[in-house]
């Protein structure tokens, strides 16, 4: 789904975007604060935040925990974050891929609308317990299939390109989450419904949360006006009745037990 050079490519969206990203990115709080249940009690852990964008998360984790490391792939949200956030939080610039830290050496991994962009995703939870201590904990957030629904119909109306990322089943993550090494504890899936002015409004938020970039679109660059304009005359049909345009996102989120 996202190879090495898509991934950089999302990394240069949000990095673009970090100034302004607090302030449109309401899907990752809420979903962020959703987690916070499953936060461990005790307060002498090594935390790390993967996949931390400008560390607004990081921030509260470093309010809990000893030590918290804040891990983003965009050196743009570093920036942001080191100038903006608690002295106490280190700060590593890393892909997912090849997390930068010992084995067995993190007691707890918060990562909040991160894995979605990762393909092979297996490679990365597979990274998560190598750094995992046995007994340590892994509380994510991941968008599902079934996300932007409504945006994936609008434009099916107009043509047979895909304009819409396709996210992955949520039994096909449950399945990655449950091994010889790992034990799905928790899992809870929600649709969460966010409320846009209109479809402009809506497209400024996905390039924000880097839900832009679809690797098998056909025609590159923006879609035409013309076929813009016809894909805005379809997403009426899903108005409400305030004039407001709803879009869907399909939320998982599980907390997983690295087995000894």
Request: with cysteine; glycine share 6%.
């Amino acid at each position: 789904m996202f190879d090495e050079k898509s991934r950089s490519k999302i990394a240069r969206s949000f990095g673009s975007a970090s100034a302004s990203y607090d302030i449109s990115a309401r899907l990752q709080r809420y979903c962020g604060k959703h987690l916070m249940p499953w936060l461990p009690n005790r307060n002498d852990l090594t935390v790390l935040d993967l996949g931390s964008g400008t560390g607004f998360f990081t921030e509260l984790l470093a309010s809990r925990y000893q030590q918290v490391i804040g891990l983003d792939i965009s050196k743009n949200m570093l920036q942001f974050a080191a100038e903006n956030r608690s002295n106490a939080i280190h700060w590593l610039e890393a892909d997912a891929y090849e997390i930068p830290l010992q084995d067995n050496s993190v007691d707890f991994i918060y990562s909040n609308l991160m894995i979605q962009w990762c393909e092979p995703l297996d490679t990365v939870l597979n990274e998560v317990m190598r750094v995992l201590k046995p007994g340590g904990l892994f509380a994510f957030s991941t968008l599902v299939e079934g996300t932007l629904f409504e945006l994936k119909s609008s434009w099916a109306q107009v043509d047979n390109d895909q304009h819409v990322i396709d996210f992955k089943p949520e039994r096909e993550i449950k399945a990655l989450l449950d091994g010889a090494d790992r034990k799905l504890l928790n899992v809870k899936q929600q649709d969460i419904i966010l409320e846009y002015e209109n479809v402009l409004h809506l497209a400024h938020e996905l390039k924000g949360l880097g839900a832009n970039h679809v690797p098998k679109k056909q025609g590159k660059g923006l879609a035409g006006k013309d076929k813009w304009q016809k894909m805005t005359q379809s997403y009426q049909d899903f108005l409400e009745p305030s004039g407001i345009y709803p879009a869907t996102y399909k939320v998982l989120s599980g907390l997983v037990v690295k087995l000894s």
